[in-house]
């Protein structure tokens, strides 16, 4: 019976599959990962579950215009020094220095690796990478993700596109597989395997974004709005442990449109001014380091602008010349095509006006910040058989493009070399069928049920998160009472959760993106409850504590019960490896 008349849970087909390495995600990490296996050992079954199409998926879905992470031996760069530099740009940590490391030490070889394939990488008059900072290198990057989903699919990984994963499959406290279901064929799949790696990318969607106020335009976000953190929440729920989600990503992005921000300023050196003409940060920012500042601070500054009365804020592109603004617009019409017809529907002309800028909604994504899985130094998460890679994993910051390669390329090793000792268990039909209904159940129920549609959730917990836990409309600042009462209300969400209903299967994906980012919402909160201080102002800004406090000079963890749904929250304590200042690169 076709899945769109199908009337009881019988009805829908279950398929199950075996394979050896199970990636669950086929972004750039993913897709690094499954080349990396099958190089290592071109035997092995490679399975790639992605819930888009491999070739246009993940966060390098429309390209990139620039790789951040690249260390040119010629400037004297070392895996040490990008180390140092990463654990600076996080106010001095804490940072997984021995992930940090490990990552820096093959960064390299992945980057040659894809101008081997094909990528067009902008050279220098030495003929040298072009830098635009200190570790990122200029590319022509829009088929940048065909590139690397072409080099999967070529080292002979299967690729189930359009199959949502929903849960992983589980031998007691042992990774065997995941779960989903076929957003085109309706299906349900098992797919076992004797090792998984999650590389299902960042969270996005569980603020507000402060675009939608202007523009009405669902998905008008920095991050790329489908990663909605389902690769965290099957973790969540299955028990895995959970790092540093209090570390949010938040971006600096140009005003009611989410443009980009990161060429004017890095690759062209304009500066943020506010109102009154000041240069922002070293008028005003000088004691935290102005222009050389963390990450962090300049990403708060133009916000803090805006609630101390020096608003607006602008990115100051009239101190360009003719030539230069000329080569501006052209690498803006390769990155963001749409931008420059804003621009123009403005009638903002860049050489006499600058471009306003303004924070954009709060994301996790560790290829940015250290939330994500804890794992140990082969990727491995705290349950066994369970990988992470890319901005799945946690604890190692600032990997960006590059990074997270390399990192895929360091959990297909681990991955590999676990599964040669392990074999599969029988299939477990009882935890297929509980989650083929949890699964089904929003569709099943049908568009004629008196319920809640995942779109009216999705923005009650957006408004929810953006009022009570530190969204973009708050300024990102927060308290104790209001974070109490954002965790209330999120619990109420998830009880309401068993009256989502769809009508279709895209639908269904949408109810379960929601169901997602809830138990990750659930888990952030209780991070940031406990960091009772403010160590990252915009990224984590407690008004009822807002000085440092030395004891929490470590990492935040969390585990959920699956069994009873509890969460506990610890700590672990921060190592560190690379000697010197913390706080200088």
């Known amino acids: 019976m076709p899945v769109e008349t199908a009337k009881k849970i019988d009805d829908i087909q279950t398929e199950i599959l075996e394979t050896d390495l199970l990636i669950v995600g086929g972004g750039n990490a993913g897709c690094f990962a499954a080349y990396e296996a ?17 070739s246009r998926s993940g966060a390098l879905a429309a390209g990139m215009d620039a790789i951040n992470t690249y260390i040119r031996r010629d400037k004297e760069e070392t895996p040490e020094k990008l180390v140092k530099w990463s654990r600076a740009q996080m106010g001095g940590g804490p940072i997984r220095e021995d992930l940090a490391l490990s990552n820096a030490e093959i960064l390299n070889e992945g980057v040659e690796l894809l101008e081997e394939w094909g990528l067009p990488i902008i050279k220098d008059e030495d003929g040298e990478y072009k830098l635009r900072g200190r570790y990122d290198i200029s590319i022509h990057g829009e088929q940048l993700k065909p590139i690397i989903a072409e080099k999967a699919m070529e080292a002979g990984a299967q690729v189930l596109n359009r199959v949502v994963a929903t849960n992983l499959l589980m031998d007691e406290d042992r990774c065997v597989g995941a779960m989903g279901f076929g957003v085109r064929d309706g ?22 974004s402060p675009v939608t106020d202007y523009s009405g335009a669902h998905h008008q976000t920095w991050m790329c709005p489908f990663n909605v953190g389902t690769g965290y929440a099957m973790g969540i729920r299955a028990g895995a442990e959970l790092t540093s989600l209090e570390q949010r990503w938040v971006a600096v992005r140009t005003k009611d449109f989410c443009g980009p921000v990161d060429t004017l300023a890095v690759a062209y050196g304009c500066l ?16 935290l380091g102005g222009e050389k500042a963390p990450r962090f601070c300049r990403l708060n500054a133009p916000m803090n602008e805006w609630l101390e009365g020096r608003g607006p804020t602008y990115i ?58 804890w794992v140990d130094i082969s990727r491995m998460t705290t349950i066994p058989g369970l990988f ?45 069928d509980e989650e083929k209904k949890r699964t089904f159940a929003p569709f099943l129920r049908g568009p004629a049920f008196d319920g809640i549609n995942p779109t009216e959730m999705e923005e009650r917990l ?43 299967l895209h639908g269904l994906m949408g109810a379960h993106e929601v169901i997602d980012r809830l138990n990750i919402a659930e888990v952030l909160i209780h991070h940031l409850l406990y960091r009772k201080e403010t ?51």
Not at 398 to 427: I, Q, T
Not at 552 to 575: A, H, M, N, Q
Request: net charge neutral; with cysteine.
């Open 38 to 54: 099958k190089s290592l050992d071109p035997s092995l079954r490679v399975t790639i579950m992605e819930k888009a199409h491999i």
């Open 187 to 208: 299906k349900f799949y098992v797919v076992r395997a004797k090792a998984t790696i999650v590389s299902t990318g960042g969270a996005c969607g569980i603020y507000k």
């Open 272 to 287: 943020m001014t506010n109102g009154k003409g000041e240069r922002i940060m070293e008028q005003r920012y000088a004691h």
């Open 316 to 373: 100051d592109t009239t101190v360009l010349d003719p030539e230069e603004a000329k080569d501006l617009r052209t690498d803006m019409l390769n990155e963001r095509p749409s931008f420059v017809l804003f621009l123009a529907s403005l009638g903002i002309d860049i050489t006499k006006e600058p471009v306003e800028i303004y924070g954009s909604d709060p994301y996790i994504v560790g290829g940015h910040t250290g939330s994500g899985y």
């Open 388 to 432: 992470a890679a890319g901005e799945s994993a946690g604890g190692s910051p600032n990997k960006f493009v590059g990074g997270c390669a390399a990192e895929g390329r360091l959990a297909a090793r681990g991955a590999s070399a676990y599964l040669k000792n392990v074999s599969l268990p029988p299939v477990d039909s009882a935890q297929v």
């Open 462 to 504: 957006q408004r929810l998160m953006d009022e009570y836990a530190g969204g973009v409309h708050q300024f990102y600042r927060m308290n104790e009472e209001r974070l109490v009462h954002a965790l209330k209300h999120i619990r109420k969400l998830q009880e309401q959760a068993g009256l989502l209903h769809v009508g279709d």
């Open 535 to 585: 160590r990252w102002p915009g990224w984590q800004t407690r008004m009822d504590y807002p000085e440092i406090d030395p004891k929490l000079d470590c990492f935040v963890e969390s585990v959920r019960d699956p069994k009873t749904g509890e969460i506990k929250v610890f700590t672990r304590p921060y190592e560190q490896l690379i000697p010197g200042d913390r706080l200088k690169p």
